[in-house]
């Protein structure tokens, strides 16, 4: 099972930003990447995805035009560039990869068998 590791949480004052890194231990351009994120007492929801074929992308709405997924394939990284952050998006962040996965409008847990343990990301002022 591929191993992931994210990167690059923190605490970021609101409208702030942060860009949150996912590493693997294998050819991450083979996997659909998924964000995900868990808020204390909430479940873990869908924040953006992108396909193996690095061709589609998709965001919850509660991010969109705020957040941007890309992959960094020279690093063999996906990134997920966030932007005008909320109180309401602090939450512990995760990635998911399913291999020759692709991204599904409703990003479910279920479409993704590889997780990593999480970066936490804090705003607050």
């Known amino acids: 099972q591929l191993q992931l590791v994210e990167s690059g949480g923190g605490l970021v004052q609101p409208g702030g930003s942060l860009r949150l890194s996912c590493a693997a231990s294998?050819?991450?351009?083979?996997?659909?990447v998924g964000w995900f994120r868990q808020a204390p007492g909430k479940e873990r929801e869908g924040v953006a995805c992108?396909?193996?074929?690095?061709?589609?992308?998709n965001y919850a709405d509660s991010v969109k035009g705020r957040f941007t997924i890309s992959r960094d394939n020279a690093k063999n990284t996906v990134q997920l560039q966030m932007n005008h952050l909320l109180p309401e998006d602090t939450a512990v962040y995760y990635c998911?990869?399913?291999?020759?996965?692709?991204?599904?409008?409703?990003?479910?847990?279920?479409?993704?068998?590889?997780w990593g343990q999480g970066t936490q990301v804090t705003v607050s002022s």
């Open positions: 998911a990869a399913e291999y020759l996965g692709g991204c599904p409008r409703r990003i479910a847990m279920q479409h993704f068998d590889s």
């Open positions: 294998g050819f991450l351009l083979d996997y659909g």
């Open positions: 992108i396909s193996s074929s690095g061709g589609s992308t």
